[in-house]
């Protein structure tokens, strides 16, 4: 039996062929496109995203006022995703919840009732347990939609329609703030005082040529939700405004609080904005328990309604400022808030706007807010003028009006035709009621004719009047003031501004910790550990099976280590925190996140003041301050920049010459001076090589001389070494015969 094969089906001309490249890109740039203007970035005129102003649509359709009652929260999700945003309920969800949490929202959008969440970063209630409505704020958003203050546009499916963009009665994108991450961008701006947002409006209206530092002089920078202490310099946020870009360091509120008999406690009143409470309490214990805090003794939780974290000194000798100071370096306590103002402007393309074009642009929405509703209020004059004209014929000719209607077969065409009425006035006429034929109901109509055209005008001399404008515009704003100015509950300045102290809390920490001389001994694997005293032997240390010595250090328990690696970061451990030498310590990694395949190149104690030459194996290099390579990070501090190279050399820079040998035999001499001293970077180069790299280096002084080890471990003096004198960045000569191949140099 011959078995048949089926045709192929039709593909319906819904296969493509095209590069697989191609069709990838294109859609891709759909996906981009969609995120970045449907999802992720606020519009400029209202500060939203699509979702929460389909949210406050929708709730503005079912009549949540603030004066009604709350309806469920499932019910507003339902609307919203069933007619304007077709995505997931919990998504949803989530940004109602956040619009109704006051320690999120500088101004509440949503009036929640039920359990929100809280400041511990405990999740609010289902969405079946929880009720809403809109806030006096939502309602300053959404004013205007019905006289037709906005574009608006069909929903995804073509059946309802939704507004292109709020009327926004106040600048909310400053107000409230946003975050968000598009594709290959992102936004981040922070709250601020509706109230000095109001103001530097009405100073741009008054001086359009203001600049950034004349807006500042009423807008004292961001306010927080919850508060807290910004520290941030403000040169810095003179520079963030400017370009749209920078950050705000945010410090928790904190005051000292005696508790008797010469004790003393410090309550944080006030945490930085996005800080889990939870988390932060945990952080600090954590710091307490792996001693990376030696100050702090205690942490507790102490709030109910308000804020109130207990933070108990380890010793009662110790400063309250210095505590706090090595908290805020070391805990969420202290945080930067970064400023990224990327938007959408009127057009819906993405850009980045410093704080005047932003303003700018709200200022200009509301313009067109109030010419687009005085058109409309113009229309709805004029219809209302045109009927009353028709009703006045009535009152002029009521008798012929009266026998038309009594005795012709067609009246409306008879009315239209003797009177040249519209059809519109003439079914006015057919429908008033005799009653109200009477004098005074005409002398009423006339009055509200009069009035109305007195009304009529106005509105055209406002439309033809730019001037007339923008004062209307700044009397609305005047008006928002009230509801949301510092006079106001809400509208009181949260956030504070204060100098960062400078207080030594190294030499705090060090007076805490016992003076006392140890070794500190690290393997070839990276096992490290301190032992007391002086190592006099290092042969007698012992090790794991199959490592050695790799590097032994004099120390003491009050210095800090410096731990150089071989891809250009610094690392710093407390010695005082090194394990004991009893055992064989505790592997390196452990404490500093270094990466696979990275080598110690140098460890040594920190001596402030002090100068490091680092150079990598391409042969670049430059002079560090010591000081420059300390930092409380795991991470380290990335100071020598590689471009694919590894590290070579961390040498103390206590001479007046370098010595370089590549792995090409050369040797290069020159002084020191001609090297820059920077804080971080790739550096200079030190010498050239044609192939290979720098293999070693030293520093030395030019009266002491310097000396090598030949090939048999003899300790050779070198007095010609002034012949290999060079310039920086040169070749070099060719090493003296019986120059080694391993370490070299010996600074005499």
């Known amino acids: 039996m011959t078995a048949h094969t089926a045709p192929p089906p039709n593909d319906g001309g819904r296969i493509l062929d095209e590069p697989l490249s191609d069709a990838l890109s294109r859609r891709y740039l759909a996906y981009a496109l969609s995120t970045i203007t449907q999802r992720a970035l606020p519009d400029v005129r209202d500060g939203l995203k699509p979702v929460h102003r389909r949210l406050l649509y929708a709730m503005r359709l079912l009549r949540l006022d603030p004066e009604t009652s709350t309806k469920k929260s499932a019910r507003v999700v339902g609307d919203v995703i069933g007619k304007y945003h077709p995505h997931g309920d919990v998504a949803v969800y989530d940004a109602l919840v956040r619009l109704a949490q006051d320690f999120a929202q500088r101004y509440r959008l949503i009036d929640g009732q039920g359990n929100f969440g809280n400041i511990d970063g405990d999740n609010a209630a289902a969405m079946r347990y929880t009720e809403c409505r809109l806030t006096p704020a939502a309602q300053l958003l959404l004013e205007g939609l019905d006289e037709d203050a906005v574009e608006f546009r069909a929903t995804y499916d073509d059946e309802e329609e939704e507004p292109v963009v709020l009327p926004a009665g106040f600048p909310n994108l400053l107000a ?31 001086k359009p040529s203001a600049d950034v530092a004349d807006l500042m002089e009423h807008i004292q920078g961001p306010d927080f939700p919850t508060g807290g202490v910004i520290v941030e310099p403000h040169a810095s ?267 030594d809390v190294a030499a705090s920490l060090e007076s805490f910790v016992a003076r006392e001389a140890i070794t500190v001994v690290l393997s070839q694997r990276g096992w490290i550990r301190a032992a007391r005293g002086r190592v006099e032997d290092p042969g007698a240390l012992t090790f794991k099976e199959g490592d050695t010595l790799g590097f032994i250090v004099a120390a003491e328990t009050t210095d800090r280590l410096l731990i150089f690696a071989s891809d250009g970061r610094f690392f710093t451990l407390a010695c005082d925190k090194l394990p004991s030498a009893r055992g064989h310590g505790e592997p390196l990694r452990l404490m500093v996140d270094l990466e696979d395949g990275a080598r110690i190149i140098a460890v040594f104690p920190h001596k402030p003041g002090r100068r490091r030459i680092l150079a990598s194996q391409s042969g ?129």
């Open 176 to 206: 409230n703030g946003s975050s968000g991450i598009a594709v290959g961008m992102a936004t981040s701006i922070p709250p601020h005082n509706a109230g000095e947002l109001i103001d530097a409006c009405l100073l741009i209206l008054e």
């Open 237 to 503: 946020l003179l520079e963030a405004y400017r370009t749209g870009r920078g950050g705000v360091r945010l410090r928790a509120r904190w005051r000292r609080e005696d508790t008797g008999r010469g004790g003393w406690q410090i309550v944080v009143t006030e945490i930085p904005y996005q800080v889990r409470k939870a988390d932060l309490v945990e952080q600090l214990a954590g710091l307490i328990e792996t001693k990376r805090a030696p100050l702090l003794g205690d942490v507790r939780d102490e709030s109910a309604e308000d804020v109130r974290l207990v933070l108990g000194p380890r010793a009662r000798g110790v400063e309250p400022d210095a505590l706090m100071e090595s908290l805020f370096r070391l805990s969420d306590l202290e945080t930067r808030f970064p400023v990224n103002m990327t938007v959408l402007d009127a057009r819906g393309a993405p850009v980045v706007m410093g704080l005047k074009p932003a303003l700018r642009a709200f200022l200009d929405h509301r313009r067109d807010v109030l010419a687009r509703r005085a058109r409309f209020r113009l229309a709805k004059i004029e219809e209302r003028l045109h009927v009353l004209d028709g009703l006045l014929i009535v009152f002029l000719n009521l008798d012929e009006v009266i026998r038309i209607v009594r005795f012709e077969d067609e009246p409306k065409a008879r009315l239209i035709e003797t009177f040249d009425l519209t059809e519109i006035q003439a079914d006015a006429i057919l429908n008033t009621r005799l009653r109200q034929l009477a004098k005074l109901e005409e002398m009423e109509l006339r009055r509200e004719h009069a009035s109305l055209t007195e009304e009529r005008d106005g509105i055209q001399a406002l439309l033809r009047s730019d001037k007339e404008q923008w004062k209307l515009v700044a009397v609305g704003l005047r008006g928002v003031r009230k509801v949301l100015g510092p006079a106001t509950e809400v509208g009181s300045r949260r956030s504070s501004f204060a100098q960062a102290p400078t207080i």
């Open 620 to 748: 670049h290099g430059f002079i560090l301050p010591e000081n420059e390579a300390v930092s409380s990070r795991k991470a380290g501090k990335q100071v020598l920049s590689l471009h694919g190279a590894r590290a070579a050399v961390c040498l103390e820079a206590d001479g007046d010459h370098l010595a370089l040998i590549g792995d090409n035999g050369k040797i290069l001499i020159f002084p020191v001076s001609e090297l820059p001293e920077i804080p971080r970077g790739k550096g200079v180069k030190f010498q050239a090589y044609r192939e290979g790299g720098l293999r070693d280096a030293a520093v030395f002084t030019a009266a002491d001389g310097l000396s090598w080890t030949d090939t048999a471990g003899r300790t050779r003096a070198w007095p010609e070494w002034r012949q290999w004198l060079g310039r920086r960045a040169a070749a070099g000569r060719v090493a003296p015969k019986g120059f080694p191949a391993s370490r070299l140099f010996h600074p005499r």
